[in-house]
């Protein structure tokens, strides 16, 4: 390679960095669950039917974005890069996508091993990003908010003395940080995150109407009042207000 075309390459690194958005972060992306993105409609926060909540806009994290399972619910603006003397096939564009599963430490390529910051999207969403012959990009991403059509969901699952409430199709941040639950009959109680966005209490609350308060990241709290009324049964899923 010439010394000027070495020269070119690297004001053209430099200028991208220079125009690159201030806030945007550099990470990897790669794809899993079919070009139907059926492969992803289940994951480790504890959704039921992904593709009802976002479509195939939904990824995996890594474990340092994860971050235990606080993360899930939240959206991403992912935006490929053509790096110099790495991958050339990015396509022009951003895509948001929600944070619906783990991307495990040991999967194939090691992508996901701590401390990386990897996203394994759903691959229709890849596609806008790359060919999926590209395999792997890199790519820049920044938090975003969620937005949602209609209330936040409760569903209502568990026993008498085990209850457990997913709560999903939050806007806003869209990552749920505290959720507490009153009963007709009772006081505010602080649930506590069981796994993903489980949230459950030991507190009997059969036979009472339900109101939800729900607190996202950015600190900001929303409360759905009565949205249950007190003949609701475990397997329901009831909607509040939203962000």
Same mark, same amino acid.
């Given at each position: 390679?010439?010394?000027?075309? /070495?020269?070119? !390459?690297?004001?053209?690194?430099?200028?991208?960095?220079?125009?690159?958005?201030?806030?945007?972060?550099?990470? /990897?992306?790669?794809?899993?669950?079919?070009?139907?993105?059926?492969?992803? &409609?289940?994951?480790? $926060?504890?959704?039921? &039917?992904? +593709?009802?909540?976002?479509?195939?806009?939904?990824? =995996? +994290?890594?474990?340092?974005?994860?971050?235990? %399972?606080?993360?899930?619910?939240? $959206?991403?603006?992912?935006?490929?890069?053509?790096?110099? @003397?790495?991958?050339?096939?990015?396509?022009?564009?951003?895509?948001? *996508?929600?944070?619906?599963? +783990? $991307?495990?430490?040991? #999967?194939?390529? %090691? !992508?996901?091993?701590?401390?990386?910051?990897?996203?394994?999207?759903?691959?229709? =969403?890849?596609?806008?990003? =790359?060919?999926?012959?590209?395999? *792997?990009?890199?790519?820049?991403?920044?938090?975003?908010? $969620?937005?949602?059509?209609?209330?936040?969901?409760?569903?209502?699952?568990?026993?008498?003395? @085990?209850?457990?409430?997913?709560?999903?199709?939050?806007?806003?941040?869209?990552?749920?940080?505290?959720?507490? *639950?009153?009963? #007709? #009959? #009772?006081? !505010?109680?602080?649930?506590?995150?069981?796994?993903?966005?489980?949230?459950?209490?030991?507190?009997?609350?059969?036979?009472?109407? +339900?109101?939800?308060?729900?607190?996202?990241?950015?600190?900001? /709290? *929303?409360?759905?009042?009565?949205?249950?009324?007190?003949?609701?049964?475990?397997?329901?899923?009831?909607?509040?207000?939203? @962000?």
């Amino acid at each position: 390679m010439t010394t000027c075309t /070495t020269y070119l !390459w690297i004001m053209l690194l430099l200028m991208h960095m220079l125009i690159s958005e201030a806030n945007a972060i550099p990470a /990897t992306a790669t794809f899993y669950g079919g070009n139907d993105a059926s492969g992803t &409609n289940t994951g480790s $926060c504890g959704y039921p &039917n992904v +593709l009802t909540i976002d479509g195939p806009m939904n990824t =995996a +994290l890594s474990g340092a974005l994860y971050n235990g %399972g606080e993360a899930c619910g939240a $959206c991403f603006k992912i935006q490929c890069v053509s790096i110099p @003397f790495g991958n050339l096939q990015c396509l022009p564009g951003s895509i948001v *996508v929600t944070a619906t599963n +783990l $991307c495990p430490q040991g #999967s194939t390529g %090691g !992508w996901c091993d701590e401390p990386r910051s990897h996203f394994d999207l759903a691959e229709p =969403a890849f596609q806008h990003l =790359a060919p999926p012959v590209a395999g *792997v990009v890199n790519v820049e991403y920044e938090r975003v908010s $969620c937005l949602r059509s209609g209330g936040i969901r409760f569903l209502i699952q568990g026993h008498p003395y @085990f209850m457990q409430v997913l709560v999903y199709n939050v806007g806003g941040m869209g990552d749920v940080t505290a959720v507490s *639950v009153k009963g #007709s #009959s #009772s006081d !505010w109680i602080q649930m506590d995150r069981n796994w993903g966005q489980l949230w459950t209490t030991g507190t009997v609350l059969d036979g009472q109407a +339900l109101s939800f308060s729900v607190t996202t990241s950015d600190g900001r /709290t *929303v409360a759905s009042n009565g949205v249950a009324d007190s003949d609701w049964q475990y397997g329901q899923t009831f909607e509040g207000n939203q @962000f």
